[in-house]
């Protein structure tokens, strides 16, 4: 072999190598590692981080799917312990380009229940970030942990689940059961001290 083959076959296997490794990261990437404060939600003490974050391949898609694995989801990565049928209460897709933004449930203010999760959905990933308070239904959103790759991507939509409502006696209804109870006890108390 001679010496100008050597070069041309060192050269073309060093360009093939290049060419392979520029498209293989060229591929789709994966989820990444998301962080608390990319997402935030006011509250009444004002914009808070959530608590926690999931990173997931794929789509939360209609909501149906992902809603019944967010309990084992959040319990089985960060030892919470999530419980109750959550249901996805809306979705909004994405005006224009955005990776950094606000999001906007302020419609759906009175039946966001506590706990709630923001889903942040971009290129083939998504991220779920739970929280444990009341909000306004407006917050902030950032895609850099959506994705493995360290940039940010346009979002493609924006969900929000909550769980299922938890009906409560309402206090006057209790007032009106506990009131005879304590009548008859008031005169039982005064038949025995008589």
């Not at 083959?5 to 990261?25: E, R």
């Not at 914009?47 to 926690?52: D, K, L």
């Not at 939509?157 to 009106?176: C, E, F, G, K, R």
Request: glycine residues 10%; hydrophobic residues 40%; contains cysteine.
């Amino acid at each position: 072999m001679t010496t100008t083959t050597k070069i041309t076959t060192t050269l073309l296997f060093a360009v093939m190598t290049l060419l392979s490794m520029s498209i293989a990261t060229a591929g789709p990437v994966g989820p990444g590692t998301c962080s608390n404060s990319d997402v935030t939600a006011n509250g009444v003490g004002g914009p808070a981080s959530a608590i926690y974050c999931i990173n997931q391949s794929g789509n939360d898609g209609n909501g149906i799917a992902f809603s019944a694995n967010i309990n084992s989801l959040f319990n089985t990565e960060h030892s919470t312990t999530l419980s109750g049928n959550w249901s996805q209460r809306a979705k909004k897709e994405a005006i224009g380009s955005q990776s950094i933004g606000t999001w906007d449930f302020a419609s759906l203010a009175a039946s966001i229940s506590n706990p709630f999760i923001i889903v942040l959905k971009a290129t083939n990933n998504f991220a779920a970030y739970l929280f444990d308070f009341t909000t306004s239904g407006i917050g902030s959103f950032d895609t850099i942990g959506v994705t493995d790759d360290g940039k940010r991507h346009d979002i493609s939509h924006i969900s929000i689940y909550t769980t299922d409502s938890i009906s409560h006696v309402p206090l006057p209804a209790a007032i009106w059961l506990f009131g005879p109870v304590l009548m008859g006890l008031i005169g039982i108390r005064k038949r025995y001290t008589a």
